[in-house]
Every structure is written in C-alpha cells, then in structure tokens.
C-alpha cells in the first residue's frame, strides 16, 4: 500500500519562502509520477507541481512558475515542493498524491490514487 507524508507546512510572512516535504512508503518512489495540489477554503483542490516517473520532467502551475520547485529525492524516498516568494493567496492546504497518470491529464487530480492527508501553509503579515 503505498502511503505518503506530508510536512513542512506553517505560517510564514508574505515574500517568505517553505520547504514541503512529502514522505513515500510502501513504493519506489523513482517509479511514480508525485504530484503536489492545494485547496484554499471554499474552493476546489488545484494543480501545484508535478515530477514525471520516467525522466524527472517537471510541471509547474502559471501560478506559481518561477517561484515554486519541485523535486526527489530517491534515496530519502522525499519529494520536495520548494516554495519561495509567498503570496497570501498562496494559502492553502497543500497535498501530495502519487500515479501514473497520463502525462494528458496528470494536471487533474483525479488522476492520482494515492494522496497524503495535507498540510496547512497560511501566508499572512
């Protein structure tokens, strides 16, 4: 069964920056695509940040491109979310799911099987 990790989150000030860790067991994790998504309060859960299985491709968000960075480290089985020059509306909880999704639709969450239970980031002065 494969089960994954959250950490990292809190409350940082706005141009701040957080480090999201997300912990994989149960699998290898080199051999799924993980992706991180975010639900703010009232809205629906969205598409944050993915790195591919096969090649380390990544995928970013508009919204956060330039600003946010993903990436793995297999021996750690720990997919990172570097978040860096925090805006409130970057407040959220944040998840990480993992699949192997078809690189069509992996911007969906429904496309990933496995989720983490979350945790909250609050940007605010």
């Known amino acids: 069964q494969v089960q994954l990790v959250e950490s990292g989150g809190g409350l940082v000030q706005p141009g701040g920056s957080l480090r999201l860790s997300c912990v994989v067991s149960?699998?290898?994790?080199?051999?799924?695509?993980i992706g991180w998504f975010r639900q703010a309060p009232g809205k629906e859960r969205e598409f944050v940040a993915l790195i591919r299985w096969n090649g380390d491709s990544t995928n970013y968000a508009d919204s956060v491109k330039g600003r946010f960075t993903i990436s793995r480290d297999n021996a750690k089985k720990t997919v990172y979310l570097q978040m860096n020059r925090l805006q409130p509306e970057d407040t959220a909880v944040y998840y990480c799911?993992?699949?192997?999704?078809?690189?069509?639709?992996?911007?969906?969450?429904?496309?990933?099987?496995?989720w983490g239970q979350g945790t909250q980031v609050t940007v605010s002065s």
């Open positions: 799911a993992a699949g192997h999704p078809d690189p069509s639709v992996d911007r969906k969450a429904s496309a990933f099987p496995y």
């Open positions: 149960g699998a290898t994790v080199e051999y799924y695509t």
